[in-house]
Nanobody, 128 residues
Framework: QVRLVESGGGSVQSGGSLRLSCEVS????????MGWFRQAPGKEREGVAG???????RYADSVKGRFTISQDNANNTVYLQMNSLKPEDTAMYYC??????????????????????WGQGTLVTVSS
């Protein structure tokens, strides 16, 4: 059974940093595309960042230069380092393995699998 568990969310002031983690279990992590998504209250879910098995990445324009997605294949974990956080980054953040939809985010090269496994989310709150 595939399981994704996010951690690392919290409350920070504008300009601060957080590092989200997503541990994947019950799934062969090789050749997996991983993505971070977020959803703010009353808004649609949006793709934030994605990474393929080769380490190729994609970012939403709103987070380019501030967020970095990375992965530790040995530990089946994907990270999202978030710097220079803004109040508009406030949202529930979810990680997904081989998501069917990336919403407005262009998926990384070669991401065609459709496992569509999701974590339960971790809340990020940025105050001004």
């Amino acid at each position: 059974q595939v399981r994704l568990v996010e951690s690392g969310g919290g409350s920070v002031q504008s300009g601060g940093s957080l590092r989200l983690s997503c541990e994947v279990s019950g799934y062969t992590y090789d050749n997996t595309c991983m993505g971070w998504f977020r959803q703010a209250p009353g808004k649609e879910r949006e793709g934030v960042a994605g990474i393929n098995s080769d380490g190729s990445t994609r970012y939403a324009d709103s987070v380019k230069g501030r967020f970095t997605i990375s992965q530790d294949n040995a530990n089946n974990t994907v990270y999202l380092q978030m710097n220079s956080l803004k109040p508009e980054d406030t949202a529930m953040y979810y990680c997904a393995a081989d998501p069917i939809s990336w919403w407005s985010l262009l998926p990384p090269r070669g991401c065609i699998n459709a496992l569509d496994a999701w974590g339960q989310g971790t809340l990020v709150t940025v105050s001004s």
